[in-house]
């Protein structure tokens, strides 16, 4: 089920980081948004160009984009 709460706490955590290999992402949420994290949750931030997520070693690095910064802010489309 989608759920705006945990997609913007990801969203926060990005913003203040940039970027952070998945694991250490997930950690930092609280454990109520963890319980309601679900794992198409990145792979749909990324499909709204909010996030990019590559790659590295054996673990994926989740990257917030220029748009998902605008998207934080409150200025979709910028």
Not at 4 to 18: F, G, I
Not at 40 to 47: G, H, M, N, P, V
């Amino acid at each position: 089920m989608y759920d705006p709460a945990v997609q913007r706490a990801l969203m926060t955590k990005l913003a203040r980081w940039r970027s952070l290999p998945q694991g250490d992402l997930l950690d930092m949420l609280s454990a109520i948004d963890r319980l309601r994290y679900r794992p198409d949750a990145l792979r749909d931030l990324e499909a709204d160009h909010l996030v990019a997520i590559v790659m590295r070693g054996d673990e994926p690095v989740v990257t917030i984009t220029e748009a998902g910064l605008a998207w934080l802010a409150g200025k979709p489309g910028q």
